[in-house]
């Protein structure tokens, strides 16, 4: 079941955004996230906005999404005035490798069309890997995509099957290969660890899978237990142990020194890269709080200082789109505070971390606090930055709170 | 309904004062109710059950906190007589009011439930009755019940009142078999009341009660003299003067009267406001011409049993002080000072003559006034001697003197347990593990006996009772009066989380249980108190020695969630959410409290589910 929308304010129909909003469009990074809700099955862990052939029916379709998406496209390059070109492009869902690489051909075209790129703009698809091959990846190369992010989760047969995962376990490595071999420099792999069941060993075979497959970028994301979701059910009746934290500690670790050794230092909390030109630079860009038009069912928006959110059934999206009207379900206009609170939660998960000044005293006074906890590295304070230690990443979010 | 008893002035010798001893349950409500009916006083219309009981906690507990009295006209032999029956607190905390009640009575009627036999309580009080010379009638109650006893039950009040198991009357209060009979005997056994009519008025207080509308009302027994509501009067322990707005008699309403004269029993209304100026056992007498020697037996009340009173949420400190400034008015005993608790914030240590009346208090200002309070570990008083030759008075544990002490003392009690004669060694065993000393044993029957224990009052009113009723499965009674005080080896434990005293956790404790109580506290914190970013070390302390520890784990992750896709308002919004829950928290240094780790903590609830 996917998750609900955040309580906002109305959005006008027309999309139109206040002019605070689009004072100083362009001098900052722009990205462009295209959302794909489709899913060939629902996982038991998922509970993000996507939808299977036999849940829509036939109240929308790929073809009626798309174009849905192209009329959002236009009226985006349309309330924005001058659109700024595309520095990142990023289409996710869902599962985009659905559409095949002619469909996400066309995707990147209608962005192509309506914002134009920068010029070494990074295009990224997610993709699942046993609706790949070789030829999509060379097809979709073609089309002008430079990273591709794939779902791997486990190398183990008995997790992929509690998460519902429909790929074999060595499906993704070679995947992975076949990217590579198509031109991608830059490949990612999400891991999800914790999963009830996963041992330190089946860890273990999941980043030395990662290691073989020599991509530059790893995800990996604790399991998650969202509410309404089958796994949450599971674990309700008992059927499944709800993941502790204590394990989800020690494997977090597991994974970083793993990543580490393998020359893919973290660069996000949840995220390890190579190099900085293998980071991903549109994921960094929400973690910065630059700009993006979210385009797509449920997709979230920020330009100068508004949020906004689509609404989320592709029916209700194709709908709305078709009567000329902007899918904007609700918005907000985040207060300086607000801002100040984000950008505290979002930039101290970096390793590049926050800038000390962006605290208020009383900020600035716990920061020290918590360097002495050992949850800040104390050379990184005393040059004026809030960074993370390796225990502190772990306590992100309480740091978060004391900070904040 | 009116009566020939309206009108007073009645000749002493056609007066009878009595009251009733009888414990929780035994039916003195409901037999003071079938005397109102059989006497008249109620239409039978109006009668509602234990119409004497007025406040709802009263009620609701089956028990009665303020003593009431009413005036009954009752014929025998054609001759029209007046009976006062005084009502008695029947709980150990009400001990006082119980003996200013006997005080004004000349027999008593002792009421015993036939299927369960005498109580300590009981018996506690037949002997304050003994002791003031009422002529006691025994009675057996509950007559009707298919597990009733009364041939048993005769032998044992026979045995311990000294008379013939056949002078034992029996009766049914529910069906009001036996009642008539009853009230016949009050006046053939109880003698009438005697003064002197020509001396200066003199008049008992045995009872104050504030009324909202009325202000307070005394009730009053009337000894020499006679009160009427011409004159002023004077209270003789404190010398003020009041008019009197109205002299009356309850039968059972209120209802005014010419005034009140030697052996009668009445209320009288000065417009005072507040019961302390009115107090139980004070004498009153006229402003003119007045008495020169108060009647024996007055008493300050004096709180044994001390508790900090704090309103879970802090905003509500002024409603609790209001609160509190409202139940004085009507509870001369209740008294209360500010104080303030590092970790629980503003709030009251509040003094009570017991754990039941420390109890009804904070349910009548969570029911009454809706306010959510923490209550601290009772404690009694101690008598601090240093070797300095300073001496303190420690009514709060935070107050526990610093230095070299040279004797402590505290409060000790006089107690009476009765059960059934298989619980000897259960009984015996917790009393020695309380520190009690035996004091005599006696049988009362065949198979129940009465156990007498000087015991501290800070034992019994931390779980003695539960423990005792657990051990010999609710069979077991127990009364208490305090007997002065002992010197013993106390120690106070604090208990600090990282190195942290915080104060309300902290206890006076006899050496011996130290140990075990900060084990008991550290381990129940442990469980109560979540993970934190950092190890929390709790410790129970003597002083700067720690004699137990436990360890809160530091967390090692909070969630990690998700920060991609572009839904950052969602995050925001659950960290704002998650800040309002620590606001809820209490802070004691760097360590977050909950709430309900407090509550919890101070609660004994859970010993007694586990028993």
């Known amino acids: ?404 | 309904m009116s009566t020939f008893a309206d009108k007073t002035f009645t000749p002493p010798e056609l007066i009878r004062n009595f009251c009733i001893i009888a414990h929780i349950d035994h039916g003195k409500s409901t037999l003071a109710d079938r005397m109102l009916q059989i006497t008249g006083v109620v239409d039978p219309r109006l009668m509602r059950a234990q119409y004497l009981d007025r406040m709802d906690i009263e009620r609701e507990r089956g028990i009665t906190i303020k003593a009431q009295n009413v005036r009954l006209p009752w014929q025998i032999a054609e001759k029209p007589h007046v009976l006062h029956m005084i009502d008695t607190p029947g709980h150990v905390d009400f001990t006082y009011e119980v003996s200013r009640a006997l005080e004004a009575c000349e027999g008593a009627v002792l009421l015993v439930d036939a299927a369960q036999g005498i109580e300590a309580q009981t018996l506690a009080n037949l002997y304050l009755a003994l002791e003031n010379d009422l002529a006691v009638i025994p009675v057996l109650n509950k007559i009707d019940l298919p597990a009733a006893d009364p041939d048993k039950y005769a032998k044992e009040i026979a045995h311990i009142v000294g008379c013939d198991p056949d002078e034992v009357l029996r009766v049914s209060a529910k069906t009001g078999f036996g009642v008539k009979e009853l009230l016949d005997e009050v006046v053939l056994k109880v003698p009438p009341p005697v003064g002197d009519a020509d001396a200066p008025a003199r008049a008992m207080i045995f009872d104050s009660v504030y009324d909202t509308y009325r202000g307070v009302v005394t009730y009053i027994r009337v000894v020499d003299g006679k009160i009427t509501p011409r004159e002023r009067i004077k209270m003789m322990s404190t010398g003020a003067v009041h008019e009197i707005l109205e002299v009356g008699i309850i039968s059972p309403e209120p209802k005014a009267s010419v005034g009140l004269g030697v052996g009668e029993v009445g209320y009288l209304i000065t417009g005072v406001k507040d019961v302390r100026q009115s107090k139980v056992g004070d004498t009153v007498t006229s402003e003119r011409k007045g008495a020169t020697e108060p009647l024996a037996g007055y008493r300050e009340p004096r709180p044994m049993v001390y508790s900090g009173l704090y309103p879970v949420d802090g905003s509500d400190y002024p409603e609790l002080r209001e609160a509190l400034d409202k139940l004085q008015l009507n509870d001369a005993a209740l008294t209360y000072e500010p104080e303030t608790s590092a970790a629980l914030g503003f709030g009251f240590r509040c003094g009570f003559l017991g754990l039941l009346h420390l109890e009804i208090t904070r349910d009548r200002l969570e029911r009454e006034f809706g306010l959510d309070l923490i209550s601290t570990a009772p404690n009694v008083v101690y008598r601090v001697v240093m070797e300095d030759g300073a001496v303190h008075t420690v009514t709060n544990p935070s107050d526990w003197p610093d230095g070299k002490m040279a004797d402590i003392f505290e409060p000790v009690t006089k107690c009476t347990i009765i059960a059934p004669s298989d619980y000897i060694g259960a009984i015996m065993e917790l009393c020695q593990s309380k520190r009690g000393q035996l004091g005599g044993m006696d049988y009362l029957s065949e198979d129940r006996v009465e156990l007498r224990y000087t015991m501290p009052l800070g034992e019994i009113i931390f779980d003695f009772f539960d423990n005792l009723k657990s051990r010999t499965r609710g069979y077991a009674s127990l009364d208490y009066e305090e007997s002065g005080e002992q010197s013993s080896e106390l120690v106070k434990v604090d208990i600090l989380l990282q190195g942290e005293a915080v104060d309300a956790f902290s206890a006076i404790c006899h050496k011996d249980s130290a140990y075990g109580y900060g084990t008991r506290m550290a381990s129940k914190l442990r469980e109560l108190i979540p993970r934190q970013q950092f190890e929390i070390p709790i410790q129970a302390a003597i002083g700067s020695r720690v004699i137990a520890r436990e360890n809160i784990r530091a967390i090692r992750k909070d969630v990690l969630a998700k920060c991609y896709g572009g839904d950052i308002t969602r995050k925001r919004k659950l960290l704002e959410k998650q800040k309002v829950g620590k606001k809820r928290m209490k802070m004691v240094g760097r360590v977050e409290v909950p709430q309900e780790a407090f509550v919890a903590a101070l609660s004994t609830d859970d010993d007694k589910k586990k028993k």
């Open chain 1, 1 to 404: 079941m996917p998750s609900a929308l955040p309580a906002g304010d109305p959005a006008p129909a027309d999309g139109s955004l206040p002019p605070s909003a689009l004072a100083g469009l362009g001098s900052r990074p722009f990205g462009v996230y295209v959302h794909v809700p489709f899913c060939a099955t629902r996982c038991g862990y998922c509970d993000f906005n996507t939808y299977t052939a036999g849940e829509l029916g036939t109240s929308a379709s790929p073809q009626s999404w798309l174009e849905g998406l192209r009329a959002e496209l236009d009226l985006a390059a349309r309330v924005l005035g001058t659109p700024p070109r595309a520095d990142t492009v990023f289409v996710g869902g869902g599962t985009p490798s659905l559409l095949g690489a002619d469909g996400l051909a066309d995707v990147l075209a209608a962005v192509r069309s309506s914002f134009g790129l920068s010029p070494g703009a990074e295009v990224t698809t997610e993709s699942n890997p046993e609706s790949t091959s070789a030829e999509f990846f060379a097809g979709i190369r073609d089309a002008g995509y430079t990273r591709v992010s794939l779902g791997m989760q486990s190398a183990a047969r008995h997790v992929l099957r509690v998460l519902d995962r429909k790929h074999t376990p060595g499906r993704p490595v070679d995947a992975a290969r076949e990217a590579r071999a198509a031109g991608f420099e830059h490949v990612n792999l999400d891991l999800i660890y914790g999963t009830p069941g996963e041992t330190a060993d089946d860890l273990k075979a999941s980043l030395d899978a990662v290691y073989s497959a020599g991509v530059d970028h790893v995800s990996a994301y604790a399991l998650i237990v969202e509410e309404g979701t089958a796994l949450s059910r599971k674990i309700d009746r008992g059927v499944l142990p709800m993941p502790d934290d204590d394990v989800l500690a020690d494997k977090y670790e597991q994974i970083d020194a793993a990543m580490t050794a393998q020359g893919m230092p973290w660069y996000e909390v949840s995220n390890w890269a190579t190099d900085d030109a293998a980071r991903c630079a549109h994921n960094l860009l929400y973690w910065r709080g630059h700009d993006w038009w979210g385009a797509g069912p449920g997709a979230h928006s920020h330009v100068g200082g508004l949020r906004w959110w689509n609404a989320k059934h592709p029916a209700r999206y194709a709908d709305v789109l078709a009567k000329g009207e902007s899918p904007a379900a609700g918005r907000e206009l985040l207060t300086a505070d607000d801002r100040r609170v984000e950008r505290v939660l979002l930039e101290l998960r970096l390793r590049d971390g926050l800038p000390l000044d962006v605290l208020d005293p009383d900020g600035q006074a716990e920061a020290k606090l918590a360097a002495d906890d050992g949850l800040l590295e104390p050379d990184a304070l005393a040059g004026g930055r809030c960074v993370l230690t390796d225990r502190g990443r772990l306590l992100a979010d309480a740091v978060v709170h004391r900070l904040t």
